[in-house]
């Protein structure tokens, strides 16, 4: 395949602009579109034309930093609590709202949060790649790759730069319904890379683990209270409780700035409900449920710690909660 080096966000060149991949239309098409408005960057993000917990706090950075260009501080305080109101559990986009809003260089502050999430992403992704072997089976769902975040990404940044030191893994990707980011992002990422990737449906999973083609599972996370309840992608808690059954590691990939200690427990994250056309009709050829069968569509769950071997982030491992794993080599 051929390998494309995708920029998810950047500003235009007369920086009055944020220019993001709409990642609403991969793997299909290409697109980037000029963002100047705030009612446009809103609808970006609901739209998750851009997405994943640290490019939502990378983006809002460089948005709010043209929008302090022509808006006089009390609008822009408007725009920045209108932007974080467009999507709620992921930490990220709050954390950098709120660091910009304090901030007295607003374009330094964005391009510092853009590169310090890039150096905490290489940081988890060596830390992640100790944990693996070359040949290991990996299972990951949603994305938590480079699109996700600035580079490398959190849960998928061990199997890249596994792939960049000439390390293969067999890696299960979950297709993560209903918005697939998992088939649409996911598998183009990791076949970018050069690394061996399967696509199964979700309900599939418990299937792949039983038969030990897996040795660990890696995903990212939206926010992490603080007694280790980790939020993240709808169908995240059902691979953790089918993992213990198996006996395989379950790791949490995130930057710091994902950990939420405002945040007691899992219960106290509010997660996003979307609408349920998301699961009768979006990525379908026609229809595909009875006209006004009733739908629960919440974008994220909520993993209990005591479900996570690990939660690994820039500065180390947390929360060895489960012990005396079977399979491979793990902490
Ligand atoms: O709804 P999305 O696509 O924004 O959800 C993304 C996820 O759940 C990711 O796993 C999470 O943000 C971690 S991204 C490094």
């Given at each position: 395949m051929e390998k494309r080096n995708l920029t998810n966000i950047r500003l235009s060149g007369d920086e009055n602009s944020v220019i993001i991949l709409?990642?609403?239309?991969?793997p299909n098409k290409i697109e980037y579109i000029e963002l100047s408005e705030a009612a446009d960057m809103y609808a970006a993000i609901k739209e998750l034309k851009v997405r994943g917990a640290p490019a939502l706090g990378i983006f809002a950075g460089f948005a709010l930093y043209v929008l302090s260009k022509k808006a006089p501080p009390p609008k822009l305080k408007e725009y920045a609590d209108y932007l974080v109101s467009a999507?709620?559990?992921?930490v990220n986009l709050e954390w950098a709202v709120s660091r910009m809003m304090k901030a007295d260089d607003l374009k330094k502050e964005c391009y510092a949060i853009r590169d310090e999430d890039a150096a905490m992403c290489a940081a988890i992704a060596e830390r992640g790649l100790g944990l693996l072997k070359d040949g290991d089976g990996v299972l990951t769902h949603c994305n938590a790759g480079p699109l996700a975040t600035?580079?490398?990404?959190?849960?998928l940044g061990a199997l890249i730069l596994g792939a960049e030191k000439g390390m293969n893994f067999n890696v299960f990707v979950g297709e993560t319904r209903p918005l697939l980011q998992g088939a649409r992002i996911t598998a183009l990422e990791l076949m970018n890379a050069g690394l061996d990737v399967t696509l199964i449906c979700d309900g599939m999973a418990s299937a792949v683990m039983r038969d030990k083609k897996i040795d660990a599972v890696f995903v990212g996370a939206d926010r992490v209270a603080a007694n280790g309840d980790v939020a993240n992608k709808i169908g995240t808690s059902g691979l953790a409780v089918l993992a213990k059954h198996y006996k395989i590691p379950f790791y949490v990939f995130c930057p710091?700035?994902?950990?939420?200690?405002?945040?007691?427990?899992?219960?106290d994250i509010v997660i996003e409900e979307r609408d349920g056309s998301e699961i009768c009709?979006?990525?379908?050829?026609?229809?595909?449920?009875?006209?006004g069968v009733k739908c629960f569509n919440p974008a994220f769950d909520i993993t209990d710690?005591?479900?996570?071997t690990a939660i690994v982030t820039e500065e180390g491992f947390f929360k060895k909660v489960r012990a005396n794993e079977k399979r491979g080599n793990h902490v």
């Open positions: 709409d990642q609403r239309l991969l999507r709620p559990t992921a600035s580079r490398y990404g959190t849960g710091s700035s994902t950990v939420d200690l405002s945040r007691k427990s899992g219960g009709e979006l990525y379908f050829k026609e229809r595909m449920a009875p006209e710690g005591n479900l996570i």
